[in-house]
């Protein structure tokens, strides 16, 4: 099964002409009221926009619950125009549902406002005013999947406007979750989807099988949060060693202090609880904390020991508290490859890596991969849910608000390649193949959970895991290329 | 080697036959006049490792395996060999490969036997390659069902000590801001004086011990509110996690349709919810007492108190009316110490250890 989209088309189909069109209706009050006033018709504004796109290309967005791959619909679509015609018709005769309509509204109304947020077109009353408008619209409290979704990113949207736009934000009280709320809501989406632990097993089923010889086991470990992916390494290391065989495992978790005191003190307690539980189950072990000033990572801030096997582990699949800055991982990677490391193990996101492609295509594409996450939870727990409501506000609504900030960021800090494992191939590493064993067991993983989850091999050395057609997380492997003395 | 031995001795059992002699060394040799070396399964095992570590068979060379197996008294002149029959039979394991991951994970032994069969130019040598090479898939793909069970369970005994950990210092931090309060005196809204409240603090609550908070309770509804809510919501989603209530079925959290394939004691160990939807704006179907408990929560948002009011409903709690704090924390069954291990009903969570955490 492949799953490529054609953006290309996609973007067509909005922002041909019909940006300005959506730009100037509103700034002009084509209805006769003023901007500030937001009783503004927003049917009479925007309906006809919408029409217009929608009878001019016959496209039918239905990103509602099980409708993500909208664009392989659209593939054929896009492809003749006799038979978008055709389409243009059906869909102007018949009434269109009412939350399809809806909730292509809003994804007109989120792209309008990111559109509006920056770029060259920029306008900060615009976006003021489109958000406005979706807020009244959506809460994430609301029915439908893609109320919710919106609801989320428009918030999102919302904090990064408040961010750049108004001098003394208002700290909203239900942002601040407690660290308790956040670990529960955490286990909780654990439950309900692969999507952590596919990162997590994955990576760790590779390390193990590299390191199997082994004495000493060194991991040097990006972003180690809470240390969730080494419980399941530990305990497999104490369940194959018995006796005097057993190895040693160390790990090396790195801070940076850019990124705020709260992120040094998780680390450390992540080491505390890590520790505990290596003891528990009896397996020596051993944790180091290396605080690193800047982005900037030199291997002589590590302490290494001679014999020992080098693992380098970077998970970048979840959100944190820090952003992850692109410079920072590749100057964590660049260095540690002088390592000789047994094993690079690298989990990423499918989401918005094209930084020369501009933020829209970022932000459509981010839209994309939400909307598949959240269909993915609904095919297992019905929007009712309050257990779902809980980790979505909790959890989910954070990620999306961080992620938009890093598609906004400054050109500088966006990365210029297609995907990291791009990056790698042509940084001297050396993909690492994907055994027998690791496939096995990602396809025993998504057998817990509901259909619709697919796991694909990714080139030689990876594997990615996708909902339907979109592709969710990849893990992938590799070696230095050559060997460093 | 291979060649000199008959088509059943390839079932694996090479420690049956009595001609075969363990040496020193581990290796396996025959009784012949003239000893050989029988390749074992694990033999073959770390055989195929090395290799594999070494970039595959083309690029292996006899030395550099016998370094990296390092097994004592395997010599070149046995590495050789291997390798060479090894490096003729590799051709027909890469379709093995693919035909695995095309057919899902279950490739069935016929399938690569027939496979195999239609092969041109194969030699009874390479055939009990294959044979061993297909039940090592086999075995391996148990041993990741077993491993994998034991891995998710491992980690969610490890999630469970960081969300109790969170919890504590939480905990902490509110009993450090309460006392803090009550000095100062004027903090406290209610009917709380400080000498009455540093009096019910006592000892720093362990958030599985009810006695403290039940005193605390009675007096107000600030501090203690955000002390009940995070304990009890953390211990009620703990009673969830490892399946005390016994009318929750056994499914786990957002599957829809049960794995008959997979062990039940992967989905015992994980989060149980039932698939039922609560409707949160139909308070109407909320007893009296029920919504009393939710009001007393009162800083907590109003989502979260659904979130309280369905996991106390879950949990079967009763309540009565006019007496506030204590029903929060009663419990009709017994708790159990989140400390003892994970429950699973075949067995320990961690196998061969006595102490799985705590």
């Given at each position: 099964?492949?799953?490529?989209?054609?953006?290309?088309?996609?973007?067509?189909?909005?922002?041909?002409?019909?940006?300005?069109?959506?730009?100037?209706?509103?700034?002009?009050?084509?209805?006769?009221?003023?901007?500030?006033?937001?009783?503004?018709?927003?049917?009479?504004?925007?309906?006809?926009?919408?029409?217009?796109?929608?009878?001019?290309?016959?496209?039918?967005?239905?990103?509602?619950?099980?409708?993500?791959?909208?664009?392989?619909?659209?593939?054929?679509?896009?492809?003749?125009?006799?038979?978008?015609?055709?389409?243009?018709?059906?869909?102007?005769?018949?009434?269109?549902?009412?939350?399809?309509?809806?909730?292509?509204?809003?994804?007109?109304?989120?792209?309008?406002?990111?559109?509006?947020?920056?770029?060259?077109?920029?306008?900060?009353?615009?976006?003021?005013?489109?958000?406005?408008?979706?807020?009244?619209?959506?809460?994430?409290?609301?029915?439908?999947?893609?109320?919710?979704?919106?609801?989320?990113?428009?918030?999102?949207?919302?904090?990064?406007?408040?961010?750049?736009?108004?001098?003394?934000?208002?700290?909203?009280?239900?942002?601040?979750?407690?660290?308790?709320?956040?670990?529960?809501?955490?286990?909780?989406?654990?439950?309900?989807?692969?999507?952590?632990?596919?990162?997590?097993?994955?990576?760790?089923?590779?390390?193990?099988?590299?390191?199997?010889?082994?004495?000493?086991?060194?991991?040097?470990?990006?972003?180690?949060?809470?240390?969730?992916?080494?419980?399941?390494?530990?305990?497999?290391?104490?369940?194959?060693?018995?006796?005097?065989?057993?190895?040693?495992?160390?790990?090396?978790?790195?801070?940076?202090?850019?990124?705020?005191?709260?992120?040094?003190?998780?680390?450390?307690?992540?080491?505390?609880?890590?520790?505990?539980?290596?003891?528990?189950?009896?397996?020596?072990?051993?944790?180091?904390?290396?605080?690193?000033?800047?982005?900037?990572?030199?291997?002589?801030?590590?302490?290494?020991?001679?014999?020992?096997?080098?693992?380098?582990?970077?998970?970048?699949?979840?959100?944190?508290?820090?952003?992850?800055?692109?410079?920072?991982?590749?100057?964590?990677?660049?260095?540690?490859?002088?390592?000789?490391?047994?094993?690079?193990?690298?989990?990423?996101?499918?989401?918005?890596?094209?930084?020369?492609?501009?933020?829209?295509?970022?932000?459509?594409?981010?839209?994309?991969?939400?909307?598949?996450?959240?269909?993915?939870?609904?095919?297992?727990?019905?929007?009712?849910?309050?257990?779902?409501?809980?980790?979505?506000?909790?959890?989910?609504?954070?990620?999306?608000?961080?992620?938009?900030?890093?598609?906004?960021?400054?050109?500088?800090?966006?990365?210029?390649?297609?995907?990291?494992?791009?990056?790698?191939?042509?940084?001297?590493?050396?993909?690492?193949?994907?055994?027998?064993?690791?496939?096995?067991?990602?396809?025993?993983?998504?057998?817990?959970?509901?259909d619709g989850y697919i796991v694909e091999e990714l080139g030689q050395n990876g594997l990615v895991l996708g909902w339907k057609s979109r592709r969710l997380v990849s893990a992938s492997f590799w070696v230095s290329r050559e060997l460093n003395q | 080697m291979f060649h000199a031995k008959k088509p059943s001795s390839m079932n694996g059992s090479y420690e049956n036959r009595a001609m075969c002699v363990q040496g020193d060394s581990g290796l396996v040799l025959t009784t012949d006049p003239k000893p050989r070396l029988r390749w074992t399964v694990e033999l073959h095992e770390r055989f195929v490792d090395a290799v594999a570590q070494l970039g595959g068979p083309d690029k292996a060379t006899p030395k550099t395996i016998m370094r990296v197996m390092g097994v004592k008294g395997l010599t070149l002149y046995h590495l050789k060999s291997h390798l060479q029959k090894f490096r003729l039979g590799k051709q027909p394991h890469k379709e093995y490969g693919d035909h695995s991951t095309k057919e899902g994970s279950r490739a069935s032994a016929m399938d690569i036997q027939r496979n195999v069969a239609s092969s041109s130019g194969m030699m009874s040598r390479n055939m009990n390659e294959m044979q061993m090479?297909?039940?090592?898939?086999?075995?391996?793909?148990?041993?990741?069902?077993?491993?994998?069970?034991?891995?998710?369970?491992?980690?969610?005994?490890?999630?469970?000590?960081?969300?109790?950990?969170?919890?504590?210092?939480?905990?902490?931090?509110?009993?450090?801001?309460?006392?803090?309060?009550?000095?100062?005196?004027?903090?406290?809204?209610?009917?709380?004086?400080?000498?009455?409240?540093?009096?019910?603090?006592?000892?720093?609550?362990?958030?599985?011990?009810?006695?403290?908070?039940?005193?605390?309770?009675?007096?107000?509804?600030?501090?203690?509110?955000?002390?009940?809510?995070?304990?009890?919501?953390?211990?009620?989603?703990?009673?969830?996690?490892?399946?005390?209530?016994?009318?929750?079925?056994?499914?786990?959290?957002?599957?829809?349709?049960?794995?008959?394939?997979?062990?039940?004691?992967?989905?015992?160990?994980?989060?149980?919810?039932?698939?039922?939807?609560?409707?949160?704006?139909?308070?109407?179907?909320?007893?009296?007492?029920?919504?009393?408990?939710?009001?007393?929560?009162?800083?907590?948002?109003?989502?979260?108190?659904?979130?309280?009011?369905?996991?106390?409903?879950?949990?079967?709690?009763?309540?009565?009316?006019?007496?506030?704090?204590?029903?929060?924390?009663?419990?009709?069954?017994?708790?159990?110490?989140?400390?003892?291990?994970?429950?699973?009903?075949?067995?320990?969570?961690?196998?061969?250890?006595?102490?799985?955490?705590?």
């Amino acid at each position: 099964m492949t799953m490529n989209y054609p953006y290309e088309d996609f973007l067509d189909l909005f922002f041909s002409t019909n940006t300005d069109t959506l730009a100037t209706a509103a700034s002009t009050s084509s209805c006769g009221y003023s901007l500030n006033d937001l009783d503004i018709d927003w049917d009479c504004d925007f309906r006809d926009v919408i029409e217009s796109i929608m009878g001019d290309e016959g496209a039918v967005m239905e990103l509602e619950t099980e409708s993500v791959p909208m664009l392989h619909g659209q593939e054929g679509l896009c492809n003749s125009a006799s038979t978008s015609l055709s389409l243009a018709d059906g869909v102007s005769v018949e009434e269109p549902k009412t939350d399809e309509s809806k909730g292509l509204r809003l994804v007109h109304l989120l792209v309008a406002a990111a559109e509006a947020s920056t770029g060259a077109n920029k306008s900060r009353e615009l976006t003021r005013v489109i958000l406005a408008r979706l807020k009244d619209l959506v809460s994430s409290g609301d029915r439908t999947n893609m109320e919710r979704l919106a609801a989320h990113f428009t918030n999102g949207l919302s904090k990064l406007f408040e961010r750049d736009n108004v001098l003394r934000p208002q700290q909203h009280r239900d942002d601040v979750y407690d660290q308790a709320d956040v670990i529960s809501a955490f286990e909780l989406l654990q439950n309900m989807s692969p999507y952590v632990n596919f990162g997590y097993l994955t990576a760790t089923q590779a390390i193990l099988e590299a390191v199997k010889y082994e004495r000493r086991i060194h991991i040097v470990d990006y972003d180690i949060t809470e240390g969730v992916q080494w419980a399941s390494l530990m305990q497999a290391l104490v369940s194959k060693n018995t006796g005097p065989s057993a190895q040693h495992l160390r790990i090396t978790a790195l801070s940076r202090s850019i990124n705020g005191k709260k992120s040094i003190a998780a680390v450390q307690e992540t080491g505390r609880r890590l520790t505990a539980f290596a003891e528990s189950i009896g397996q020596p072990f051993s944790y180091h904390h290396c605080k690193l000033d800047t982005n900037a990572f030199s291997t002589s801030s590590l302490k290494l020991v001679r014999g020992e096997a080098v693992v380098i582990n970077c998970m970048l699949h979840l959100p944190r508290f820090s952003n992850q800055t692109p410079n920072s991982v590749i100057s964590f990677l660049s260095e540690a490859k002088t390592l000789n490391p047994k094993l690079v193990t690298l989990v990423h996101e499918e989401v918005g890596l094209m930084g020369n492609q501009g933020f829209l295509y970022r932000f459509m594409d981010l839209l994309h991969q939400f909307s598949a996450i959240f269909d993915s939870l609904e095919a297992g727990l019905s929007i009712a849910n309050p257990a779902r409501g809980f980790v979505e506000r909790v959890f989910i609504g954070p990620w999306v608000a961080n992620w938009l900030t890093r598609i906004t960021a400054d050109d500088a800090e966006v990365e210029s390649f297609a995907s990291w494992p791009q990056w790698l191939e042509t940084n001297g590493f050396k993909p690492m193949e994907v055994s027998f064993a690791n496939r096995c067991q990602a396809k025993l993983l998504l057998s817990l959970f509901n259909d619709g989850y697919i796991v694909e091999e990714l080139g030689q050395n990876g594997l990615v895991l996708g909902w339907k057609s979109r592709r969710l997380v990849s893990a992938s492997f590799w070696v230095s290329r050559e060997l460093n003395q | 080697m291979f060649h000199a031995k008959k088509p059943s001795s390839m079932n694996g059992s090479y420690e049956n036959r009595a001609m075969c002699v363990q040496g020193d060394s581990g290796l396996v040799l025959t009784t012949d006049p003239k000893p050989r070396l029988r390749w074992t399964v694990e033999l073959h095992e770390r055989f195929v490792d090395a290799v594999a570590q070494l970039g595959g068979p083309d690029k292996a060379t006899p030395k550099t395996i016998m370094r990296v197996m390092g097994v004592k008294g395997l010599t070149l002149y046995h590495l050789k060999s291997h390798l060479q029959k090894f490096r003729l039979g590799k051709q027909p394991h890469k379709e093995y490969g693919d035909h695995s991951t095309k057919e899902g994970s279950r490739a069935s032994a016929m399938d690569i036997q027939r496979n195999v069969a239609s092969s041109s130019g194969m030699m009874s040598r390479n055939m009990n390659e294959m044979q061993m090479e297909v039940q090592r898939r086999l075995h391996e793909q148990l041993e990741v069902q077993r491993h994998l069970q034991l891995r998710i369970e491992a980690q969610g005994k490890y999630m469970q000590s960081i969300l109790e950990r969170a919890c504590q210092t939480l905990a902490g931090e509110n009993m450090a801001a309460a006392t803090a309060a009550a000095a100062v005196g004027g903090g406290y809204k209610g009917n709380l004086g400080s000498s009455s409240l540093s009096a019910a603090v006592g000892p720093p609550p362990h958030p599985l011990s009810f006695p403290p908070f039940q005193d605390l309770n009675i007096y107000g509804n600030t501090t203690d509110q955000v002390l009940d809510h995070h304990n009890f919501h953390h211990q009620n989603i703990e009673n969830h996690f490892t399946g005390n209530n016994a009318a929750d079925t056994n499914i786990y959290l957002g599957k829809k349709r049960p794995n008959p394939n997979f062990g039940n004691d992967v989905r015992k160990g994980l989060l149980m919810w039932s698939d039922q939807d609560h409707d949160l704006s139909a308070n109407q179907s909320i007893d009296d007492e029920h919504r009393i408990q939710i009001q007393m929560a009162t800083h907590v948002s109003t989502d979260l108190d659904s979130l309280s009011e369905i996991y106390e409903r879950k949990s079967g709690l009763s309540g009565d009316e006019g007496n506030n704090g204590g029903k929060l924390l009663e419990r009709p069954s017994p708790r159990r110490s989140p400390l003892s291990p994970m429950m699973n009903p075949n067995g320990g969570l961690i196998q061969g250890r006595n102490s799985p955490f705590g």
